[in-house]
């Protein structure tokens, strides 16, 4: 199974700052014939399901605001947003959909400072 | 994008069996995979089990190998989710969620989630 660990646990930033959550794979979800990372961020507010933020580790979903950004390669990705909003506070979950199980990380909870 | 509604949550005692369904509408529902996902109170997300578009594909999580069975209905744009042998860490919210990409039979992300149906397994 790939494990998927997320840093850090919380994080507490203040209002137009940038927040950056790390993700690790414990293998590669790099798929070499698709060219492709499959690797996911999700964002689940309190109370209410995940919603999908970014997919294929860059391309954001469908209505998601730009300053949601999502980088990397290989086993290791980070989701940035660049400037934070209220509406942000969430938990925020990367997942890898190369291989069955899929696998979610630990969550990160962001806050504001 | 299309929603999705659960039902079929409750209490249970342990051993005994439950079947969770999910209706989706808004989308052409035997293009997409289906998946359940599930999230104990106060923890984090965890994949259960994928049907592939077309039903012939079905994978599971080794916590639920052997006891659940996911199936769906192509016909009545529903998928469930029968679950034996039910164990007290079976206690979670239960997600229905659509696939994000067409005509997969693994490979997926999650893009749409319905709010889930309480399944509690207690004496």
């Known amino acids: 199974d790939i494990v998927m660990t997320q840093s850090p646990h919380s994080l507490a930033v203040s209002l137009g700052e940038r927040a950056t959550i790390n993700c690790k794979a414990s293998?590669?979800?790099?798929?070499?014939?698709?060219?492709?990372?499959?690797l996911a961020w999700y964002q689940q507010k309190p109370g209410q399901p995940p919603k999908l933020l970014i997919y294929w580790a860059s391309t954001r979903e469908s209505g998601v605001p730009d300053r949601f950004a999502g980088s990397g390669s290989g086993t290791d990705f980070t989701l940035t947003i660049s400037s934070l909003q209220a509406e942000d506070v969430a938990t925020y979950y990367c997942q890898q959909y190369l291989n069955t199980p899929l696998t979610f990380g630990g969550g990160t909870k962001l806050e504001i400072k | 994008q299309g929603q999705v509604v659960e039902s079929g949550g409750g209490v249970v005692q342990p051993g005994r069996s439950l079947r969770l369904s999910c209706a989706a509408s808004g989308f052409t529902f035997s293009s997409y995979a289906m998946h359940w996902v599930r999230q104990a109170p106060g923890k984090g997300l965890e994949w259960l089990a994928i049907i592939s578009y077309d039903g012939g594909d079905k994978h599971y999580a080794d916590s639920v190998k052997g006891r659940f069975t996911i199936s769906r209905d192509n016909s009545k744009n529903t998928v469930s989710l029968q679950m034996n042998n039910l164990r007290p860490d079976d206690t979670a919210l239960y997600y229905c969620v659509r696939g994000a990409f067409e005509h997969t039979t693994s490979i997926d992300a999650f893009s749409v989630w319905g709010q889930g149906t309480v399944v509690a397994v207690s004496s």
């Open positions: 293998q590669s979800v790099f798929y070499n014939s698709r060219n492709k990372d499959f």
